[in-house]
C-alpha cells in the first residue's frame, strides 16, 4: 500500500519492517542516513528485517504464514523463534522477557521472568521456549473481571500475539523482553482490550473480502483496519505536581482560579516551541523510534503547555499497541526531563481538555485503500460501497460507538466548547454530500472539483485545493481518505473504538455481500442499494457547526442519540441492537459484555470517590486551615491597626470575605462527605454510578467553587496551592 509519506508496506507487516528494508522517513527514495535515523529507528524492535536475518529458511517462511495468513504456529518453529528472539534480546543486554498485555484497566500490565535456568554444575543458562513465548499464566484474579471471575479462581492466560511485534524496553538498568499477548480466564472469557481487537479485525477481513469479490475483485487477499492516533497531553513542572495531591492522585486539577490569562491571545497552537518543550520532544521521539513506532507530527495545541504528537498510521491493533507504548514513554520521558506529562481528559479548567483523534481507514494487502474516493469518487464504486457501508454502520450504531469513549474524564469534554458534542454524526464535505445527493436521485455521474487556490502573488504556486474545507466540530469526519473519530480522550485505550468500528462496519459489509452474491447484474443492484441507504442514512450526515445549540436541536429533529454523560454512554452498550452486532460476528460474548459493562461503571464510581476524597483532603488539610489563618492574621492586624487609633476599613472587609469563605467552605466538605457517604452506601455498580453522577459530582463543583472564589483575594504567602499561572507557563 502507498500511503501519503511514500512507504510501501504489506498489510500485517509492521512499518518497522518497512524501514528496515530501505525506505525512509521522508518522500520516495531520499534517506535520512545522515542523521543515523535509520539506524536507531526499531532498533528495539524484533521485526521482519531481524527475523530474516536470525531464523532460518524454512521457520521464518512458516511464522510469516502465521502472522499474515493467520495458520497455527507448530510449537516446534515456536521454539526456534523463541531462541532466537532470546539471542537477540540477551546480546541486547536484556535479562527478562514479559508477557505485555491490557488488561481492563485501560493500560498495560506486565510481569517479568528472568531467562535464567539452573545447570548441574550451579551455574546459569539462559534459556526461553515456544511455550514460553506463545503462553504464560498470570493470575487473573486481581484484575477488573466484571464478575467472570471469582477471586479465588484465579487462572489467566496470555496468548502472543504475533501480528504485533515484540519488542525490548529499557526501565532505568532494566532490560526486558516485551511480547504482545491476549489476556483471557481459564474458561476462555477475554479479560482484556486486545483480544476484541483481534477478532474484529477477523470479522470485518471477512465480510469486506466477500464484498471485495462479490464486486469482482479477485487478487487481494485480505483487508485490514488502519489507525493514526493523534495524541495530546499537558507538561507540567514536575515540582508543582508534587505540591498537588489533585494532579498527584486524579490527574487533573481539583481546584484553581483562572490565571489572569488563558488560551484567549491563541498563540499557543502552533506556537514556537520551548526549548525545553523541545529537548523533550527529541528524547521523547527517539525513544518512540527505537521502539518502531512512527512518531511524526509533533505542535503546541491550544491550551498552553499542551501538545500533540502524531505517528505514521499502521493496522489497527499495532497503532493500538503503539498509542500505549505512546502514553507510557510520554511520561516516562517527561520524568527525565522535570516535567510531569498528563494525559487526563480536562487537567486544567476554562482552557481546553486533551482528546485522542482516531484516524482509521481500510485497506487490502495489495495496496488499496478502501476509503480513498479518487479524482473522481462518483464512478469509483468499490468506494462508493464502503463509504456507504461505514455511513450506515455509523448511523445505525451510534449509540455504541459513543459508548467507547464513555469515560469519565471525557465528560469534561464531550459536548463542552471544545471537542465534539456527544451526539454522533458524519462531515462528508461538499463532495461527496454532492454525490450522495445525486445517489439519492437514482446515480451518480460528476464529482465536484477542488479547483485552484490562486493568492494573487507571482511567485507563490497556484496549488491544487482540496474538494473541501475542513471541519473541526465534526465528532465524525472524513478526511480524504480516512474517517477522524474525534471523540476519544486523551488517556483512553483506542482498543474500544476501533474493535467497534471494525464490528459495525463488518456488519453493514455482511448485509451488502448477501445482497450483492449471486446476482447476475451487480451494477444494478449496487446502484440500487446506494440509493436505497443514501435516502435512509442522509439524517447522520451534518456538515454544519457541531458546537451550535441549533444543532442539538436539529439532531433531535433527526431523531440522533444526545448522550450527555459517561455513565449513560456506559449504558449504552447494553441496548439490544449493540449487543446482538458484537456478538452476531464474534467481537464479544453477551457474557463479556455484561461483564465489560460492569467494570465500567465500577471504574466511574471509582474515578469520581478518588477525585472527591482528593477534594475533601485538600480542602481540610490545606485550603480551609489557609483561609483561617489569614483571616485571623487580617483579625490581629485590624486591632493592631484600631490599637494604633485608624480605621482598619480595608482589613474588615477583607475579613468579612475570607471569614464567610472560610464558613461556606465548611459547608460545602461536609455536604461532599455526606454526598460520597452516600454513594458507597449503594451496593450495585449502576446505582452506585448514578449516585456519584448526580450527588457527588455537583458536590464537588460546590466546594471548587466556594475555593476557586476565595484564591483570588488571598495573600500570596498565604495560598497553599501552586496556581494555574505557576504550571501553565514556563519559565
Ligand atoms: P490532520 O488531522 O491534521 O488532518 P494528518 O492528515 O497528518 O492530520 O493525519 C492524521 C493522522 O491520520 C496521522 O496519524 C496519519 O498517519 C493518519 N492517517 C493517514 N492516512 C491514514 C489511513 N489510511 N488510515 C489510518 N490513518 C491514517
Ligand atoms: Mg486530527
Not at 504567602?717 to 514556563?730: E, S
Request: aromatic share 8%.
Amino acid at each position: 500500500m502507498v500511503n501519503r509519506v511514500g512507504l510501501v508496506y504489506k498489510l500485517g507487516d509492521t512499518y518497522a519492517v518497512v524501514m528496515q528494508e530501505g525506505a525512509s522517513m521522508k518522500n520516495g527514495n531520499e534517506t535520512t542516513q545522515e542523521s543515523g535515523l535509520p539506524e536507531v529507528f526499531g532498533s528495539n524492535v524484533f521485526n521482519d528485517a531481524v527475523m530474516r536475518e536470525r531464523l532460518p529458511k524454512n521457520i521464518y517462511r512458516r511464522l510469516k504464514a502465521t502472522i499474515e495468513e493467520g495458520r497455527e504456529l507448530d510449537p516446534a518453529v515456536a521454539d526456534v523463534v523463541a531462541n532466537a528472539m532470546k539471542d537477540w534480546a540477551v546480546e541486547k543486554g536484556a535479562t527478562h522477557f514479559c508477557h505485555w498485555f491490557q488488561p481492563m484497566t485501560g493500560i498495560t500490565a506486565e510481569k517479568h521472568d528472568s531467562f535464567i535456568s539452573p545447570t548441574s554444575d550451579g551455574r546459569i543458562m539462559m534459556e526461553f521456549s515456544g511455550k514460553e513465548l506463545t503462553q504464560g499464566e498470570p493470575d487473573a484474579s486481581s484484575f477488573p473481571s466484571g464478575g467472570i471471575r471469582a477471586t479465588f479462581e484465579a487462572r489467566g492466560y496470555t496468548v502472543w500475539d504475533c501480528t504485533s511485534p515484540v519488542f525490548i524496553k529499557r526501565d532505568g538498568k532494566n532490560i526486558t523482553l516485551f511480547i504482545p499477548t491476549s489476556f483471557a480466564s481459564y474458561t476462555g472469557e477475554a479479560l482484556d482490550k486486545k483480544t476484541p481487537l483481534l477478532r474484529s479485525m477477523e470479522a470485518l477481513n471477512n465480510q469486506a473480502t466477500r464484498v471485495l469479490r462479490a464486486l469482482g475483485n479477485t487478487t487481494s487477499r485480505r483487508v485490514t483496519a488502519t489507525l493514526g492516533a493523534e495524541q495530546e497531553y499537558f507538561l507540567i513542572d514536575r515540582q508543582f505536581v508534587e505540591r498537588r495531591a489533585d494532579l498527584r492522585f486524579a490527574g487533573r486539577s481539583l481546584f484553581g482560579a483562572p490565571p489572569p490569562k488563558g488560551q484567549e491571545m491563541e498563540d499557543q497552537y502552533f506556537g514556537t516551541l520551548h526549548e525545553r518543550v523541545a529537548s523533550f520532544m527529541a528524547d521523547l521521539n527517539e525513544e518512540l523510534w527505537k521502539l518502531g513506532v512512527l512518531a511524526k507530527t509533533q505542535h503546541n495545541e491550544v491550551a498552553p503547555a499542551q501538545h500533540e504528537i502524531a505517528p505514521v498510521f499502521a493496522t489497527v491493533n499495532i497503532g493500538v499497541d503503539h498509542n500505549q507504548l505512546t502514553m507510557e514513554v510520554l511520561q516516562r520521558t517527561a520524568r527525565r526531563h522535570g516535567f510531569i506529562c498528563l494525559l487526563h481528559e480536562k487537567p486544567f479548567a476554562g482552557v481546553n481538555g486533551s482528546g485522542k483523534h482516531n484516524n482509521w481507514s481500510i485497506g487490502t494487502d495489495d495496496g488499496i485503500n478502501l476509503l480513498n474516493p479518487g479524482s473522481t469518487p462518483h464512478d469509483n464504486m468499490q468506494f462508493l460501497v464502503f463509504l456507504m457501508a461505514v455511513i450506515r454502520a455509523v448511523h445505525k450504531y451510534s449509540s455504541l460507538l459513543r459508548a467507547t469513549v464513555a469515560t469519565p474524564g471525557n465528560d469534561h469534554r464531550l459536548g463542552a466548547n471544545e471537542a465534539p458534542p456527544a451526539i454522533v454524526s458524519i462531515f462528508l464535505g461538499d463532495q461527496l454530500t454532492d454525490i450522495l445527493s445525486q445517489l439519492r436521485e437514482g446515480g451518480a455521474n460528476r464529482s465536484k472539483q477542488g479547483g485552484r487556490l490562486m493568492l494573487g502573488v507571482s511567485h507563490l504556486p497556484a496549488i491544487p485545493k482540496d474538494t473541501t474545507d475542513r471541519n473541526r466540530t465534526s465528532p465524525f469526519a472524513f478526511t480524504g481518505n480516512k474517517f477522524e473519530f474525534r471523540m476519544a480522550g486523551s488517556s483512553q485505550s483506542l482498543s474500544g473504538p476501533n474493535f467497534v468500528l471494525n464490528t459495525i462496519v463488518a456488519h453493514t459489509l455482511m448485509e451488502i455481500a448477501d445482497n450483492l452474491e449471486g446476482v447476475k447484474d451487480v451494477n444494478s443492484r449496487v446502484q440500487k442499494l446506494l440509493q436505497e441507504y443514501a435516502k435512509e442514512h442522509e439524517a447522520i450526515v451534518f456538515n454544519g457547526d457541531n458546537y451550535s445549540a441549533a444543532w442539538v436541536e436539529e439532531a433531535g429533529r433527526r431523531g440522533l442519540p444526545n448522550i450527555r454523560n459517561c455513565v449513560d454512554g456506559i449504558n449504552a452498550m447494553q441496548e439490544k441492537d449493540n449487543v446482538a452486532v458484537l456478538v452476531k460476528h464474534g467481537t464479544l460474548t453477551k457474557g463479556e459484555i455484561k461483564a465489560r459493562h460492569e467494570i465500567l461503571l465500577e471504574n466511574y464510581a471509582k474515578t469520581i470517590a478518588i477525585e472527591a476524597r482528593t477534594m475533601l483532603q485538600m480542602a481540610r488539610r490545606e485550603i480551609l486551615p489557609a483561609v483561617v489563618k489569614f483571616a485571623g492574621d487580617v483579625a490581629v492586624g485590624m486591632n493592631a491597626v484600631e490599637a494604633a487609633g485608624e480605621t482598619p476599613a480595608a482589613q474588615a472587609s477583607l475579613l468579612r470575605r475570607l471569614n464567610g469563605s472560610a464558613a461556606e467552605l465548611a459547608t460545602a466538605i461536609d455536604d461532599l462527605e455526606l454526598a460520597v457517604g452516600k454513594a458507597m452506601s449503594e451496593k450495585h455498580a449502576p446505582e452506585r454510578a448514578v449516585s456519584f453522577r448526580d450527588g457527588v459530582m455537583p458536590a464537588m463543583s460546590a466546594l471548587r467553587r466556594v475555593a476557586d472564589a476565595v484564591e483570588p483575594v488571598m495573600g500570596s504567602g498565604y495560598w497553599p496551592l501552586p496556581t494555574y499561572a505557576d504550571m501553565l507557563f514556563y519559565r
